[in-house]
């Protein structure tokens, strides 16, 4: 989902029969719960798509403290501004990690950086969306965050091994992401005015249906699942993750006393789960693309972060070179 | 980020572990590399000691070497403690 759309190259998975002995030896790896480690070998697609999608994923870590650096100066409280700052500081490791699991496939970080800033490469759809007043950095932390723990509690067992290693030091930062933005929806909810709680209201109503689109098209329009889920490099479905976050949303919704944009959304007593109205795929789909409400502005601040941010980095260099010359 | 080399990071937690290798950062030089790495690997007390290490400056084996450098210690079974049976009055030992 941060990976929202990776394309693999192929909607047609191979038999072993139908595959060469190494990649027929690499897939009963990847069968048997082994990992596949950087200088293992593996087909071209494989390194390809985990390339895509762990850049996505990256580039979404990046990207997404944006929204949040939006409130950082206007936060309520020092304690809240402190905690936030903390959190968005955890965001960039989280991206930092995965570009360093990326570049163990043979990946440069620059080259997709650039990808990223030419609109080459996507990242999550979330980030395109502004953030209007402080109720959304609770509800981003706990709608968001909570998402993406959904997501990437299984990406811990994927088949890469540097990949699923940073997704293990990941996930264990991020439970205290999505408790501190629910504790802010909370306090509002409790001890806040009526017009706080109404900003509360009105950020869920913003997000709501953003967050559930987070995990990617539905199944029947997802043609390269079969491929990365076969490699393992994806473990459950979209309409599968999507559906545990709302199952496990819906209670801590009702909690703070809050309701859901959706006149459909129903709990099922057969199946135990809750039903939802349709997500609207094209607003999805026009996101995705770049003509979400915040694409450009989003692209823009990055491009301007790492073009203005040149000067520190040839003068970090310069300093470095100067330190060596001063020792030797 | 292109002249920034990359450097392989190894940290030692405090209960007097091992280091362990734990990811990598780019750096314009090996103390830099060092603040980055605490930075970025030790936010929350994850360990008391920091190694950086030029990843050119790694040597690893490889994985077709796997069989000849590991192999020969597979049929090696008495170097294990569990091959030595023992009558049970020994006790645990
Ligand atoms: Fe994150
Ligand atoms: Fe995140
Ligand atoms: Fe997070």
């Known amino acids: 989902m941060y990976a929202q759309l990776v ?9 072993l029969d139908e595959m060469s002995p190494e990649e027929r030896q690499f897939q009963e790896r990847i069968n048997d719960e082994i990992k596949i480690e950087p200088k293992n070998w593996m087909p071209d697609a494989y390194r390809k798509t985990l390339i895509r999608q762990i850049s996505q994923h990256a580039h979404s870590e990046i990207v997404g403290m944006l929204p949040e650096g939006n409130w950082l100066t206007r936060a309520p409280t020092l304690k809240r501004k402190l905690q936030l700052m903390a959190k968005i500081q955890d965001e960039a490791g989280h991206g930092l990690y995965l570009y360093s699991s990326m570049e163990t496939l043979g990946a440069d970080r620059d080259e997709e950086i650039d990808k990223l800033h030419d609109g080459r490469a996507k990242y999550s759809s979330i980030f395109n969306y502004p953030t ?23 990406l811990q067992r994927t088949s ?12 264990k930062e991020e439970s205290f992401h999505q408790r501190q933005g629910y504790q802010i929806l909370l306090t509002m909810m409790q001890e806040g005015t009526d017009d706080q709680k109404a900003m509360v209201q009105d950020s869920i109503n ?17 043609p390269n699942s079969a491929q990365s889920m076969a490699w393992k490099i994806k473990r459950h479905s979209n309409d599968e993750l ?27 007593q057969e199946t135990g789960h809750y039903e939802f109205g349709e997500i609207d795929w094209q607003e999805f789909f026009d996101v995705v693309k770049g003509n979400g409400p915040c694409n450009r502005e989003r692209i823009e601040a990055r491009r301007s972060a790492i073009d203005n941010g040149a000067w520190v980095r ?15 | 980020m292109a002249d920034w080399p990359l450097f392989e990071v190894f940290i030692r937690s405090k209960h007097g572990l091992n280091h362990k290798h734990v990811g990598s950062v780019h750096a314009a030089d090996r103390r830099m590399a060092i603040e980055n790495a605490r930075e970025l690997y030790t936010r929350r007390n994850e360990g008391v000691s920091i190694w950086v290490v030029p990843a050119s400056e790694i040597t690893a084996s490889s994985p077709d070497e796997k069989e000849p450098l590991f192999d020969p210690s597979n049929d090696k079974v008495y170097r294990h403690a569990s091959f030595y049976k023992l009558p049970k009055e020994v006790g645990h030992m």
């Open chain 1, 160 to 171: 890469y091994g540097p990949y699923a290693r940073a997704m293990i030091r990941v996930c």
């Open chain 1, 132 to 154: 209007l007043n402080w109720a959304d950095m609770g509800t981003i932390g706990w709608l968001v965050d909570g998402a993406a723990i959904v997501n990437q509690v299984p």
């Open chain 1, 206 to 222: 913003r997000f709501w249906w953003p967050a559930l689109m987070m995990f990617g098209p539905s199944d029947e329009n997802s």
């Open chain 1, 242 to 268: 999507r559906q545990r976050f709302l199952d496990q949303t819906v209670p801590q919704l009702e909690l703070l006393g809050c309701t859901a944009p959706d006149p459909d959304l129903k709990y099922n």
């Open chain 1, 7 to 15: 394309e693999t190259g192929s909607n047609k998975l191979k038999t």
């Open chain 1, 314 to 328: 040839e003068a970090a260099v310069a300093h470095a070179a100067k330190r060596q010359h001063r020792a030797a």
